[in-house]
T-cell receptor
Framework: ELKVEQNPLFLSMQEGKNYTIYCNYSTTSDRLYWYRQDPGKSLESLFVLLSNGAVKQEGRLMASLDTKARLSTLHITAAVHDLSATYFCAVVKSGAQKLVFGQGTRLTINP | DSGVTQTPKHLITATGQRVTLRCSPRSGDLSVYWYQQSLDQGLQFLIQYYNGEERAKGNILERFSAQQFPDLHSELNLSSLELGDSALYFC????????????????FGPGTRLTVL
């Protein structure tokens, strides 16, 4: 059974600092997604990572994928308050279509 | 706005009742997925339909059922409701089913918050 684990689950940081969220998964996957969710809202797609070594960047967020280690990272650079949200990674098992989500990382960025 | 619509936004009902949640996918998307989000279980995949046919099943209870209609909208039916069914139910849509589209990102609707009293 495919399992996806994120850490940390809670992260409180100051504006201007850098930090990384980690996403580990247990079996071979076709692709990995990162989503953002604001409180009480829907999930917004941030990145899709398809292959080993893939790196995607959007603003202050950068995601990478190491398929050999079954690890993805979401790096936040010079955090700003607007990035406060819960971030989920989700993995699609090879040959399947359903998303298996991590527990989510609740990120709070303080002024 | 993802282009996926869900109704109703909120639903409050009593134990033992039956409700229907509705989802319209993005224009051009053939796949519809249902997910349940709760505090204790997190985000869990329930079921997927592709072009009217069931394609994959997840942790969906026997009391729950779904279908996708010829116009591609989908309904999730929840019956004999229990307190533990209270959750946020999301619908998502994507272009393909599996393997046909390399990225095939799933776009999520705004969700239906179900409260069972």
């Amino acid at each position: 059974e495919l399992k996806v684990e994120q850490n940390p689950l809670f992260l409180s940081m100051q504006e201007g600092k850098n930090y990384t969220i980690y996403c580990n998964y247990s079996t071979t996957s076709d692709r990995l997604y990162w989503y953002r969710q604001d409180p009480g809202k829907s999930l917004e797609s941030l990145f899709v990572l398809l292959s080993n070594g893939a790196v995607k960047q959007e603003g202050r967020l950068m995601a990478s994928l190491d398929t050999k280690a079954r690890l993805s990272t979401l790096h936040i650079t010079a955090a700003v308050h607007d990035l406060s949200a819960t971030y989920f990674c989700a993995v699609v098992k090879s040959g399947a279509q359903k998303l298996v989500f991590g527990q989510g990382t609740r990120l709070t960025i303080n002024p | 706005d993802s282009g996926v619509t869900q109704t109703p936004k909120h639903l409050i009902t009593a134990t033992g009742q039956r409700v229907t949640l509705r989802c319209s996918p993005r224009s051009g998307d053939l796949s519809v997925y249902w997910y349940q989000q709760s505090l204790d279980q997190g985000l869990q995949f329930l079921i997927q339909y592709y072009n009217g046919e069931e394609r994959a099943k997840g942790n969906i209870l026997e009391r729950f059922s779904a279908q996708q209609f010829p116009d591609l909208h989908s309904e999730l039916n929840l019956s004999s409701l229990e307190l533990g069914d209270s959750a946020l139910y999301f619908c998502a849509s994507s272009v393909g089913a599996s393997g046909g589209y390399p990225t095939d990102t799933q776009y999520f609707g705004p969700g239906t918050r179900l409260t069972v009293l």
